[in-house]
Each structure stands twice: as structure tokens, then as C-alpha cells.
């Protein structure tokens, strides 16, 4: 599952690994507001590097369609059921006055499933099983502004 359609620039290779930089997109991307902001948000991350890119490359890069959809589960999933348990609980020992003891116990069961989801992240790092890789190489073309063109 592609996680940009953007060629993303290869900065640092080291152990199999790529060191990329991007530009991170919000909601409205789409609509091109973001192209008058000066300062984009970029961020860098280190992924697998099987298609043997070499620094200032261009690739595009992909996670496996299982660990994606696992992660977002995880990532939305999870504090949607600690919600639900939260607000089940309350009903079933009676909290306080019904209502609002299901509204307590409902974002006490949200916020600690966060905890959930915090702690399954450090895994996930240390693990190296949710890290995207690069597949494939990509030829740009720049213009005279040196700006890559499709």
C-alpha cells in the first residue's frame, strides 16, 4: 500500500536502511493552500532499503497492505473499543447517576486505551516490523526551477 504517491529523496544509506526526508501533507493538500505556506512541515525517517537507492534518489514507498491496516486498527480501533468497555462497565456496576458515569468511565476506558496504543508503538520500533520501504526507483526530470516534475 503506497504511503505517498510522491517520489520521496533518498538523504543516507546505511545497513540496508535509507535515511528519507518528506514533506508532510495535511486534509486540504488536495485544494493546494499548502503550496503558499514558506514553511513546510518535513519530517525524516529511516526505512528499508530493497531496491538498493543511493543518496539524492527518488523512490516511492510502500508498507505491506496487513501491517497497514493492522496499524490503523491499532491506531483508531483500539481507543474506540477501550471507549466501549469504559461505558459498558459503568452500565454494568451501576456508577453513580447512569449517564454520567458512562461519560466517565467511557473517556477513562478512551484514554487509557492511548496507553495501549503508546506502548504498542515503542514495540512496533523497536520491532522493525511496521517500518515502509522503498521499492522502486524513480528517473525525475527537473525544470530550470530545479523543482522534480512527474
Given at each position: ?23 508532510r ?34 523512490v516511492?514507498v510502500?508498507?505491506?497492505p ?20 469504559g ?17 466517565a ?7 487509557l ?10 514495540y512496533?520500533?523497536k520491532?522493525?516490523k511496521?517500518?515502509?520501504a ?7 526530470k ?9
Amino acid at each position: 500500500m503506497p504511503i505517498t504517491d510522491d517520489p520521496i529523496r533518498i538523504i543516507e544509506v546505511k545497513d540496508g536502511k535509507a535515511l528519507v526526508r518528506a514533506t508532510r501533507l495535511s486534509m486540504c493538500a488536495h485544494c493546494h493552500v499548502e503550496d503558499q505556506i514558506k514553511n513546510k512541515p518535513i519530517f525524516e525517517t529511516w526505512i528499508d532499503n530493497p531496491a538498493g537507492a543511493k543518496p539524492g534518489d527518488f523512490v516511492h514507498v510502500e508498507m505491506a497492505p496487513k501491517k497497514f491496516l493492522l496499524g490503523i486498527f491499532i491506531l483508531f480501533g483500539v481507543p474506540l473499543i477501550g471507549l466501549f468497555i469504559g461505558i459498558t462497565v459503568a452500565s454494568l456496576i451501576h456508577f453513580a447517576n447512569a449517564l454520567a458515569g458512562q461519560i466517565a468511565l467511557g473517556f477513562f476506558g478512551y484514554a487509557l486505551s492511548y496507553v495501549i496504543v503508546w506502548r504498542f508503538d515503542k514495540y512496533a520500533m523497536k520491532s522493525n516490523k511496521f517500518i515502509p520501504a522503498a521499492i522502486k526507483k524513480i528517473r525525475i526530470k527537473e525544470n530550470l526551477l530545479n523543482q522534480p516534475v512527474g
